[in-house]
């Protein structure tokens, strides 16, 4: 047998499982997309905010550039002479907003999870991670020199035991966990996580705030803020593809951090910089974040609505946020149930292994600040 042959057959065991994943053809029209011809109400956006769907945002932003401004390349890397002054501002902006020493600021989240742990770790490293982190965190584990254990998702009594067991024998041990999580939309205990950290000296703390960033906190900081923890956290890590509605991401820490990262970290050193126009994007979003304190609020309240139906018509719902899972099981009843869904102009997407555990997928609802109340009310008439 050829090898995309073995390929081929691979793909078809994909098929038969209903695990087999295809790029969607989609048309975007604000907080609608079309697909299949069928115009629906998107409701798989990390676009938390409603930022991205804002037309009359990106046109504010539009009077601003000039041809001199707009700038699609930085052409090289930041080590190299991707640097622009703009790249600055954004850093220091973020390391105001934060009150922590320093920022930096990288290509994605992606970029930022598979690179500060790889350049922070060595052999005489031990990492702590949560059972559930995505998928980038799990990729940089694996490129560094350390040793890993994972612990039960959210289980901080086992953590605080592995802590105790382990914290000795290691030079440092970094303590890894999302603020809230991609699939089942719970939070992490920040609190509790930032005491366990603190009864060692030799403990740091890396948390991704992807999913929180923009749309938690006073200011929409995140998690961290919201719980009072910023200072605390030696890595905090977020991006600005979800609720920021642009690309990229950052790491608020101390200035040594931030030094040694542009020293040792692959994935900001060997990249090309993003383009000035985005990061002067970002910029223009993340100066108004603390504004859209109304859409933040309002967001909360539609998230709690979903959460308490899914609740009332039996299905088990784990998630404290905008990210709300309705666990169905079987990869095939989830697509079914999507599909029905999709007939009623809701664009809910089913989410399968690998990317959840098996016999757990589900369709995963992602809420956004421009979704009506009455649009979930309507939503929850269609669950079954
Ligand atoms: C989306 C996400 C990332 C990846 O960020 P990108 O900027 O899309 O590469 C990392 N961590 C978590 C928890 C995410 O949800």
Same mark, same amino acid.
């Given at each position: 047998?050829?090898?995309?042959d073995?390929?081929?057959?691979e793909?078809?065991?994909?098929?038969?499982r209903?695990?087999?994943?295809?790029?969607?053809?989609?048309?975007?029209?604000?907080?609608?997309?079309?697909?299949g011809g069928?115009?629906?109400?998107?409701?798989?956006?990390?676009?938390y905010?409603?930022?991205?769907?804002?037309?009359?945002?990106?046109e504010?932003?539009l009077?601003?550039?000039?041809?001199?401004?707009?700038?699609?390349t930085s052409?090289s890397?930041?080590?190299?002479?991707?640097?622009f002054?703009?790249?600055?501002?954004?850093?220091?902006?973020?390391?105001?907003?934060f009150?922590?020493?320093?920022?930096?600021?990288?290509?994605?989240?992606?970029?930022?999870?598979?690179?500060?742990?790889p350049?922070?770790?060595?052999?005489q490293?031990?990492?702590?991670?949560?059972?559930?982190?995505?998928a980038?965190?799990?990729?940089?584990?694996?490129?560094? *020199?350390?040793?890993?254990?994972?612990?039960?998702h959210? %289980? !901080? #009594?086992q $953590?605080e035991? +592995?802590?105790?067991?382990n914290?000795?024998?290691?030079?440092?041990v970094i303590?890894?966990?999302? *603020?809230?999580?991609?699939m089942?939309?719970?939070?992490a %205990? !920040? #609190?509790? $996580?930032?005491r +366990?950290?603190?009864?060692?000296?030799?403990?740091?703390?890396?948390?991704?705030?992807?999913?929180?960033?923009?749309?938690?906190?006073?200011?929409?900081l995140?998690?961290?803020?919201?719980?009072?923890?910023?200072?605390?956290i030696?890595?905090?890590?977020?991006t600005f593809?979800?609720a920021?509605a642009?690309?990229?991401?950052?790491?608020?820490?101390?200035?040594?951090?931030?030094?040694?990262l542009v020293n040792?970290?692959?994935?900001?050193?060997f990249?090309?910089a993003?383009?000035?126009?985005?990061?002067?994007?970002t910029?223009?979003?993340?100066r108004?974040?603390?504004?859209?304190?109304?859409?933040?609020?309002?967001?909360?309240?539609?998230?709690n609505?979903?959460?308490?139906?899914?609740k009332?018509?039996?299905?088990?719902?784990?998630?404290?946020?905008?990210?709300v899972p309705?666990?169905?099981?079987?990869?095939?009843?989830?697509?079914?149930?999507?599909?029905e869904?999709?007939?009623?102009?809701?664009?809910a997407?089913?989410?399968?292994?690998?990317?959840?555990?098996?016999?757990t997928?589900?369709?995963?609802?992602?809420?956004?600040?421009?979704i009506?109340?009455?649009?979930?009310?309507?939503?929850?008439?269609?669950?079954?």
């Amino acid at each position: 047998m050829n090898v995309t042959d073995q390929m081929q057959q691979e793909l078809q065991g994909l098929k038969e499982r209903s695990n087999l994943r295809t790029l969607p053809a989609l048309i975007h029209e604000g907080r609608e997309v079309i697909a299949g011809g069928q115009r629906m109400l998107n409701l798989s956006s990390n676009d938390y905010l409603g930022l991205a769907a804002d037309r009359t945002l990106r046109e504010e932003f539009l009077q601003e550039l000039t041809a001199d401004s707009f700038l699609p390349t930085s052409s090289s890397s930041r080590l190299l002479t991707g640097n622009f002054t703009v790249y600055a501002e954004l850093e220091q902006t973020l390391a105001q907003l934060f009150g922590t020493e320093a920022a930096l600021v990288f290509n994605s989240g992606y970029h930022a999870n598979t690179g500060i742990l790889p350049a922070v770790s060595d052999t005489q490293t031990l990492i702590l991670a949560d059972k559930l982190v995505h998928a980038s965190l799990i990729d940089g584990i694996r490129l560094s *020199s350390a040793k890993c254990i994972r612990y039960r998702h959210n %289980d !901080l #009594k086992q $953590l605080e035991r +592995l802590l105790a067991e382990n914290h000795a024998a290691y030079r440092q041990v970094i303590v890894v966990t999302e *603020s809230i999580f991609s699939m089942d939309g719970d939070t992490a %205990d !920040l #609190k509790e $996580l930032v005491r +366990l950290k603190q009864m060692y000296e030799n403990v740091l703390l890396y948390v991704d705030e992807a999913h929180a960033f923009g749309a938690r906190g006073e200011q929409g900081l995140g998690c961290a803020e919201e719980t009072g923890c910023i200072r605390e956290i030696d890595f905090l890590v977020g991006t600005f593809g979800k609720a920021a509605a642009s690309a990229g991401a950052y790491i608020v820490c101390r200035r040594t951090i931030r030094e040694y990262l542009v020293n040792r970290m692959r994935t900001l050193i060997f990249t090309t910089a993003l383009p000035p126009v985005n990061i002067a994007w970002t910029l223009f979003i993340v100066r108004r974040l603390g504004g859209f304190r109304e859409r933040r609020i309002h967001l909360e309240n539609i998230s709690n609505i979903l959460r308490e139906a899914l609740k009332e018509k039996g299905y088990e719902c784990p998630s404290a946020s905008y990210i709300v899972p309705m666990i169905v099981g079987k990869s095939s009843e989830t697509i079914q149930k999507a599909e029905e869904l999709q007939r009623h102009g809701f664009y809910a997407l089913p989410v399968r292994p690998p990317t959840v555990s098996e016999g757990t997928s589900r369709i995963r609802f992602s809420l956004t600040a421009e979704i009506r109340e009455e649009e979930v009310r309507k939503l929850v008439k269609y669950i079954k």
